[in-house]
């Protein structure tokens, strides 16, 4: 496809999720309390898309990925978090 098509494919579902994460940041900095390494990696995220090169989508997740190759010994939770919460 061309970028036209793309364009007319694409455009209002990526509009919409552009959107989402406006009112997402939004709610965030009217809420009360401390962020977590979740937010901090969600930022860090958010100029790969704007970084170019055509490989953002493999920055962005690893942004929120664990960079370690050592499997940890147990599981501390039951699910998934969606983001590396480091060393500390």
Request: aromatic content about 8%.
């Amino acid at each position: 496809m061309n970028r036209r098509q793309l364009l007319d494919l694409y455009y209002l579902e990526a509009r919409a999720k552009l959107i989402d994460l406006a009112a997402f940041l939004d709610r965030l900095e009217r809420a009360e309390g401390e962020t977590d390494f979740r937010f901090h990696a969600f930022m860090q995220a958010l100029p790969e898309l704007q970084a170019g090169q055509g490989v953002r989508a493999e920055r962005v997740l690893a942004c929120l990925s664990d960079p370690t190759s050592e499997p940890i010994p147990a599981a501390t939770t039951k699910a998934a978090c969606g983001a590396w919460p480091g060393n500390g």
